[in-house]
Structures are given as C-alpha cells and as structure tokens.
C-alpha cells in the first residue's frame, strides 16, 4: 500500500564515512524530489529529477549527489558527512512540476546521524 | 529570489478554539499547496489553490488564496488535539519546477 519507500528509515554513520540512502516509488511519477529538513525547520530542497532531468539547486553542496537509474528509484549519496549533515533527509514524488496542479508525495523520510 | 513568510511561528491554543496561519510570498503564484506534518512525521499534502480569490473548505478547515495570488491562509474552526502539527504552506520557486516551502506555523493544542 506505501507509495514512497524510503529505506533506511534510521541511518548511523561516521563522519566522513560515505552513505546512500534510498527511494522508491509505486506511483510511476514523473518527478522526484530530494529534501533534507533539519529540526523546527521546513523541508530544504536538495534536487530534483524531472523523468532523467536532473535539476541541483544552487545552495546544494557538492558534497550531495544522486542517481536515478528508472522511474521507480533515487538515491541520494552524501560522499562525506559532516556533522552538519545530521538531518531528516526526505523523498518525494509528485507527476508533473510545480507550476501545475502536482501535489507532492512524500515518503517517511530517513534520520541521519553522524558520529 | 523567491521568499516565502509564515506567521505566527509558533500555535498555542486551547482545544475549542479557532486557529489561524498566514503565507505571504514575495512574487506572484500559480498556485500554492498546504502540507501539514505531525510531530515526528513526514508532510502530508493537504489542499492546492489555483484561483485568485479561491477559497476551499474541508471539515473544519478553511483555505484562502489571496486576490493577488501572493497571500494564503489556513483556518481551523474549533480545534482539536488531532490538528497538532506544523502546517507548511508551499509555492513554485522562481523557475516552476519546484516548491519553495514556508518556515512553517507549529500548532499546539491544550486539552
């Protein structure tokens, strides 16, 4: 029945150590979002794919990268973590972008915490 | 770029009573979606205005989007301690690909 997956839902790492967290979809959306949201704050965009478009924002340090190899999967690898990588860090799909009418699903998100 | 204002930050209210939270953003929008997130959970999309002017209802809640698409509102008529949470309010960033969310208006309700 889950629609957006995301595995692991709690994930312990050691500064610096490289880790990659999952997505998965059941919705056959087009888009699918990135976000890391840290505590008391809202949700902090990441990138996004449109279908194999990927979109990075600005702000988004090199040190974030992803991958989605079909339409049901995305991964998000943080190379090196930093203590200041500790956050919720959640997925989400919607059918089309912003400017229509595409409300966001999104998964249960995976807690990362850096040692 | 593109901002979006929440206010208040921070809720708290008696079960019964009424709440209110406000989303103003610098630009004009397409279209703004609310998203409500309970405590130690994920955002779950609540509604989406198009229209100026529109104003949507479900059960208690009451959604306004501004006649210059650049303001929303959420209301909650009688409270209860199920509407805790934080309502984000979200709109398309500058470029229409993606959703610029709000800081957010945490909501506490007291038994």
Known sequence: DAMVIQNPRYQVTQFGKPVTLSCSQTLNHNVMYWYQQKSSQAPKLLFHYYDKDFNNEADTPDNFQSRRPNTSFCFLDIRSPGLGDAAMYLCATSRGLAGGLNEQFFGPGTRLTVL | ?111
């Open chain 2, 1 to 111: 770029g593109q901002q979006v204002m929440q206010i208040p930050q921070y809720q708290h209210v008696q079960e019964g009573e009424d709440f209110t939270t406000y989303c103003n953003s610098s630009t004009t929008l397409s279209n703004i979606q609310w998203y409500k997130q309970r405590p130690g959970g994920h955002p779950v999309f609540l509604i989406q205005l198009v229209k100026s002017g529109e104003v949507k209802k479900q059960k208690r809640l009451t959604f306004q989007f501004g006649e210059a698409k650049k303001n929303s509102s959420l209301h909650i008529t009688a409270t209860q301690t199920t509407d805790v949470g934080t309502y984000f309010c979200a709109g398309p960033g500058n470029y229409g690909q993606n959703f610029v969310f709000g800081p957010g208006t945490r909501l506490s309700v007291l038994p």
